[in-house]
């Protein structure tokens, strides 16, 4: 499975920001593609994660913030971001996790201003 990120960039405070993720090659029906960030000198960590049924998961930290959606043939998943403090200052990448493989994309940098 391929993945490539976009929609990253330079943002102020409390601004607005979507991410997409749109994955080629998919042949399971059962998988789940998540949204991972690393911001500098931190540790990478699950943001939000959507399964091939729908189903949701946040981080605490991004709850209320951010929104984890799909388009109608599951091919590109969204995050929408919202509220953006300079916190969210990562690189954002998406991992497609199946029971056959795992894929990562190239990541997007997100960077918010105070």
């Known amino acids: 499975v391929q993945l490539v990120e976009s929609g990253g960039g330079l943002v102020q405070a409390g601004g607005s920001l979507r991410l997409s993720c749109v994955a080629s090659?998919?042949?399971?029906?059962?998988?789940?593609i998540a949204w991972y960030r690393q911001g500098p000198g931190k540790e990478n960590e699950v943001v939000a994660g959507i399964t091939s049924d729908g189903a949701t998961n946040y981080a605490d930290s991004v709850k209320g913030r951010f929104a984890i959606s799909r388009d109608n043939s599951g091919n590109t998943v969204y995050l929408e971001m919202s509220n953006l403090n300079p916190n969210d200052t990562a690189a954002y990448s998406c991992?497609?996790?199946?029971?056959?493989?795992?894929?990562w994309g190239q990541g997007t940098q997100v960077t918010v201003s105070s």
């Open positions: 991992r497609y996790l199946g029971n056959l493989e795992t894929s």
């Open positions: 090659g998919i042949t399971e029906s059962i998988y789940l």
